[in-house]
């Protein structure tokens, strides 16, 4: 992607301003125009040659003709050309309403910008004297109403892409100096004009979520990867990971839908989640789901009632100490309980079909996978003695991503994992993941404005409009111990100080980050970086205090 000098990036992710991403837009080929303009042009193409033929029909001329069909195509044209602005607007801005006057005023400003030079000399003189001359020249209304709109089409598009190169051009002229380059006066006058969208938002790379995506698959060979929706649930992640082939992993039954309207087969969703609300088992079993885990009879009880006949996989205790974010306690069986969950299925009418683990998100320690195995191998051992094989063993998610810290290489996963499987299991089994951070952390950085600046018992406090109700949750639930790499878009000609970070939020318990080192002169209206949030960020943020969900722009 072609990106302006005022782009900035942080942890591999690009940040786009709007400049940049009109550049880019203008210069990536046929196929995008193709797809903005071949339903507008057939659109229009229809109204045009249906209207003039109505007038033709009602006794006008060739030139009541030509008029009419310009009037019409440009009404068809425009009708979906501003339908699609619309619902881009809106997906842009969630929290505004989708008739509001600012929409609309965006939209009508976008469109002018796009079509605005060549629109009137097109509609007014062009393409009426065109398609004229096409019905007098072939003396044929029809197919000189399409040749007149086939010349028109070429003068209009040649006027519109002068002016969209003129705009790139002027998008990439030197704006305003930087922040931290303009007086003090400057910066009192303007403190809070910026470019770009409004933040907070999060900007998020899907060159990066492929890229991640490749390393699982090139360091775990031989396992089937189910994405965990909750760590990213934005359509434009998932439809990027459905179309490389993964499939996927749910924790409640909104989710599934919003797969589903995505084209995701049902059959290929695993529902993780190991206690479900029997609304939200029924209606997936309903969609085509038929897998479903489970860590206790009353599970296995709702499932036989709510989804017969369905299969099962049984959630064992793998707790790792050393994971960031540990999972104990709340889900999991011993091997015992496993086993006799298993032959109760079968009892119930279950299909006995695999077992899981979690060690934990954010898993650094390689060698907790292989207990996992281990334990798996137990329980399949211990099963065999009852007549009873499995098919499949998930070992669940936790594969780290990189935030401040380097984590151990996929490729010693893998390497642990293979070893493991071909020592502990007693026979073959399909080899089940559920990666989450690790495909989209690191392609994700939350960009935030410095709302406040203050000193407090000599200490140093940045309170910016991203804050963990609103898009960090994480760094309470790690009791800050996830750290994230910060960085601020000014620069410090006297060095570093150290900041203790908080949100904008009256919540005592809203503060991210203590003693993190960014620039001394950081002010009100500056911008600060969060790298590495891709991953529940946007999915955990709520609107507490009344504070703004950030928004996402995706960058490809």
Known sequence: MSTSSSSLTIGGALLPERSAIRVSAARRGVRPLVRRYLLPEAAGTAAAVLVGVLVAASGGGWAAAAVAATWAETVAFYAVVGAREWRRQARRSPGRRACSPRTASLVVGELALEFGPGEVLDTTVVRPALMYAGQALLGDMVLGLLAGKLAADVVFYAIAGASVELRAARATRPSAPPAHLRTATERSRRPWRRRGPTTPYLSLDLRAVDAAYDRLVAALPGVRFHYAVKANPHPAVLRRLRDRGCRFEIASLAELRLLRRLGVDARDVLYSNPVKPPGHVAGAFAA??????????????????????????????????????????????????????????????????????????????????????????????DLDRHGLRISMLDIGGGLPARYVDDVPPLERYGAVLRDAVARELPYAVDLVAEPGRSLVAEAGTLVSTVIGRAVRRERHWLHLDVGAFNGMMETLETRRTLAYPLRATTQAPDGPVAYDVTGPTCDSEDTMFLGVPLPGNVAPGDRVLIGSAGAYTTAYASRFNGFDLPSTVIVE
Do not use: C, I, N
């Open 288 to 381: 085509g789901v038929d897998r479903f885990a489970a860590d206790s009879v009353w599970e296995l009880r709702k499932l036989a009632a709510t989804a017969p006949g369905s299969q099962v996989y049984v959630r064992l205790d793998v707790p790792d100490p050393s994971s960031v974010v540990p999972l104990e306690g709340k889900f999991g069986v011993d091997p015992g309980a496993a086993v006799e969950l298993l032959l109760q299925a079968r009892r119930l009418g279950l299909v006995p079909y695999g077992l899981t683990f979690h060690v934990g998100s954010q898993a650094l320690d390689p060698t907790a996978y292989a207990r996992g195995v281990a334990t798996a191998g137990a329980v399949m051992r």
